[in-house]
């Protein structure tokens, strides 16, 4: 039996970093039509979703998808952005939320057997960062599910290790040791050629029937493809 999770930044290029904030480079309410239809398309089970503009998003996301479809964000937080998931409702028994000490907040989709943690951590501050993840990675080595999966944006680009520094260093070497990339090596996942998007399976892990990045369902002036992972839950 598999299971289809996408992870997907549905953020836009930061312009605003050259134009003195004036864009927004969070998904718009707008934007909430075009990404259900693309789940859709892409026939997923569950997608984690980073750069929501706040947790109302998700909700009209969850209208757009419809009945068959259940879903949370995490909630509100420091930071300007938010991370949800969306499962099927056939598959999903609840959600949790994760705290992390810096106020970054992840959140999981509970499955049959499995959980699903959508994770979005600090772009700029590896040390904030490294902290973040590794929080994470306690939260999820302490669940009882034979299956727990972190799908989401680590901001680290693990198949470039001149690109990190000391705390990426250490945080590649924690997940190494504890868990599987089930996303392969595909290219990068950001649209200005570095990998940040990953699925990660807690070790021991299940195999990746297939993973594809989805380059043709990017949004309009979107920086993240959609990774797409089939994982085999027989395993």
């Known amino acids: 039996m598999s299971l289809r999770v996408v992870t997907w930044n549905v953020g836009r290029l930061h312009f605003g970093r050259w134009l003195g904030g004036a864009h927004d480079s969070r998904a718009s309410d707008d934007d909430m039509a075009e990404i259900a239809r693309r789940v859709v398309a892409l026939d997923a089970d569950v997608v984690a979703l980073q750069e929501l503009a706040g947790p109302h998003q998700c909700h009209l996301l969850l209208a757009h998808l419809g009945d068959a479809w259940s879903g949370a964000a995490a909630e509100p937080e420091l930071f300007d952005r938010t991370t949800a998931i969306v499962a099927r409702r056939s598959l999903a028994s609840g959600f949790e939320g994760v705290a992390t000490s810096s106020g970054r907040r992840a959140v999981a989709a509970i499955l049959d057997g499995a959980?699903?943690?959508?994770?979005?951590?600090?772009?700029?501050?590896?040390?904030?960062?490294?902290?973040?993840?590794?929080?994470?990675?306690?939260?999820?080595?302490?669940?009882?599910?034979?299956?727990?999966?972190?799908?989401?944006?680590?901001?680290?680009?693990?198949?470039?290790?001149?690109?990190?520094?000391?705390?990426?260093?250490?945080?590649?070497?924690?997940?190494?040791?504890?868990?599987?990339?089930?996303?392969?090596?595909?290219?990068?996942?950001?649209?200005?050629?570095?990998?940040?998007?990953?699925?990660?399976?807690?070790?021991?892990?299940?195999?990746?029937?297939?993973?594809?990045?989805?380059h043709a369902l990017r949004l309009p002036l979107g920086d993240h493809f959609p990774l797409v992972v089939d994982v085999d839950k027989s395993v």
């Open 115 to 214: 959980v699903v943690l959508a994770l979005h951590v600090d772009a700029w501050r590896s040390r904030v960062r490294a902290q973040q993840i590794a929080e994470l990675v306690e939260w999820s080595l302490a669940r009882a599910e034979p299956l727990v999966l972190l799908a989401g944006d680590l901001n680290i680009d693990l198949d470039h290790p001149v690109t990190q520094d000391a705390h990426d260093r250490a945080i590649v070497r924690l997940l190494d040791k504890g868990f599987a990339d089930l996303g392969g090596s595909h290219g990068p996942t950001w649209c200005l050629g570095r990998r940040l998007d990953y699925v990660l399976a807690r070790r021991p892990s299940p195999r990746a029937l297939h993973a594809r990045l989805a």
